[in-house]
């Protein structure tokens, strides 16, 4: 029988992330390509605050340390993940090759 050091995994802080999972009217897919392997952080998407999409809920987003004064990360879960119409037109503008057509 193992002593259990496997399952003492350390939990490092990070910047606290909003979970972005809206519901509801005005949503479309996120549509994000195939080929962008998750994560993903695309800075600056909305408003400047940067979008991190991650496959699962169970997968770690990278990189959430937000510098001095800037807003967190919003985390999506999920590459056709419902999100704000309006938000989807600001990260299409910013990052048009990450999207299907």
């Known amino acids: 029988m193992g002593c259990g050091c496997n399952k003492k995994?350390?939990?490092?802080a990070v910047q606290e992330s909003v979970d972005y999972t809206?519901?509801?009217?005005?949503?479309?897919?996120?549509?994000?390509k195939d080929t962008i392997h998750l994560p993903v952080k695309?800075?600056?998407a909305i408003n400047g605050q940067d979008i991190v999409v991650v496959a699962n809920k169970k997968q770690q987003?990278?990189?959430?340390?937000a510098?001095?004064?800037?807003k967190p990360?919003?985390?999506i879960v999920g590459r056709n993940a419902l999100v704000d119409v309006d938000h989807k037109q600001?990260?299409?503008?910013?990052?048009?090759?990450a999207f299907n057509g």
């Open 61 to 65: 987003a990278p990189n959430l340390q």
């Open 90 to 97: 600001q990260m299409l503008e910013k990052w048009p090759s």
């Open 67 to 70: 510098t001095v004064g800037s």
């Open 73 to 75: 990360a919003i985390v």
């Open 22 to 32: 809206p519901n509801g009217g005005g949503t479309v897919r996120l549509g994000l």
């Open 42 to 44: 695309l800075p600056g």
């Open 9 to 12: 995994k350390k939990v490092t």
